[in-house]
């Protein structure tokens, strides 16, 4: 079944408290991002990626890394995380460009930093 | 960059009834403008989209228009049902990326 895939679905952390949040897809898209998702603010990009070792900011990169070893994985990263980075997460997936095509996303991951 | 406005932020219809969500974008490059529907707790998904180089597209309920010269485009859905309770997401492309609205929240009540 053609699926993007992220662990964990649910985490609580603590401020400063490096964590990952990791995003798997087994379609051999080459577009692979990542979104977060607030009241009232819709969707926003963090980072995309157009292919392996190709990553780029999206609209609100501050505070998170990325890394793209592989085609299919895209771990999102927060280093010292603070309560402002607490939000829904959802990664995504697309062919080509990413800004042409159907995106597909993963079950999302819902964030708290205490 | 670009930028997408979305309204209403909510949207409360009689189920039979038909709901439309407006968006507007700033980027006169943009060609791609999906739509993606986000039940309860659930991943957003695509349920139409259309590209520049038509001004109308249909599927069953669903329907988009696009007015490029104005820079809006709009979802139309008609005959509503519960199951069309969700929040809905316009998107326009600009380079490399997809930006998105704030969100419709849509009602249907029986």
């Known amino acids: 079944e053609a699926q993007v895939t992220q662990n964990p679905r649910y985490l609580i952390t603590v401020t400063g408290k490096k964590l990952t949040v990791t995003c798997s897809q087994n379609?051999?898209?080459?577009?692979m991002s990542w979104y977060r998702q607030d009241p009232g603010l819709g969707l926003r990009q963090i980072y995309y990626?157009?292919?392996?070792?190709?990553?780029d900011k999206g609209d609100v990169p501050e505070g998170y890394k990325v890394s793209r070893k592989e085609k299919r994985n895209f771990p999102l990263i927060l280093e010292s995380p603070s309560p402002n980075q607490t939000s829904l997460y959802f990664c995504?997936?697309?062919?080509?460009?990413?800004?042409?095509?159907?995106?597909?996303f993963g079950q999302g991951t819902r964030l708290t930093v205490v | 960059g670009e930028n997408v406005e979305q309204h209403p932020s909510t949207l409360s219809v009689q189920e039979g009834d038909s709901a439309v969500i407006k968006c507007t974008y700033s980027?006169?490059?943009?060609?791609?403008f999906p739509w993606y529907k986000q039940e309860l707790g659930k991943r957003p998904q695509l349920i139409i989209d259309?590209?520049?180089?038509?001004g109308e597209k249909k599927d069953q309920r669903i329907a988009v228009t696009l007015n490029k010269t104005a820079k809006h485009f709009s979802l139309h859905i008609t005959e509503t049902q519960p199951e069309d309770s969700a929040v809905y997401f316009c998107?326009?492309?600009?380079?490399?990326?997809?930006?998105f609205g704030a969100g419709t929240r849509l009602a249907v009540h029986p």
């Open positions: 995504a997936s697309s062919l080509g460009t990413g800004d042409d095509t159907e995106a597909f």
């Open positions: 990626s157009m292919n392996v070792e190709v990553t």
């Open positions: 259309i590209r520049s180089n038509v």
């Open positions: 998107a326009a492309n600009t380079y490399n990326k997809l930006i």
């Open positions: 980027d006169s490059a943009s060609n791609y």
């Open positions: 379609m051999n898209h080459e577009y």
